[in-house]
Every structure is written in C-alpha cells, then in structure tokens.
C-alpha cells in the first residue's frame, strides 16, 4: 500500500490522527524503522527553516552514528 493510500484512511482533523500521519510521513521520509520511529523524542527533533533536523541515535545500520 502506498503513503498516500494509508494517510486517506486517517482523519487528520483529531489529534490522534495528525499525530498519526506525522509519524508515518516522518518515517517514510527519512526511511526509519518501526524501533527507531518508536524510540524518537521531541528532544531528536530540531525545527529549521523549512523542515526538521533529526538526530538519531545510533542505528540498526550505522551503530557507530558516522552518518
């Protein structure tokens, strides 16, 4: 199923549902596994002009964090 698929069928008009579609857009696009969309804080989100820096802690593939 795709992205745009799945986002018709949550109703973004409640707060679950926008947080929902927050977290599948943010895991699609910054290509996240289910653990690490889990294990995001507010603290891992950095707003900038345009958009979100993430910092990840270390992962599954990169478990050095060398990016």
């Known amino acids: 199923m795709e992205v745009r698929q799945i986002l018709a069928h949550i109703d973004r008009s409640t707060a679950k549902g926008a947080r929902a579609a927050a977290l599948i857009l943010l895991g699609y696009a910054a290509a996240l596994r289910c653990s690490e ?3 995001l804080t507010l603290a ?24």
């Open 44 to 67: 891992d989100l950095e707003p900038r002009p345009g958009g979100l820096l993430l910092h990840l802690l270390a992962t599954k593939t990169d478990p050095d964090r060398r990016g």
């Open 37 to 39: 969309l889990a294990a």
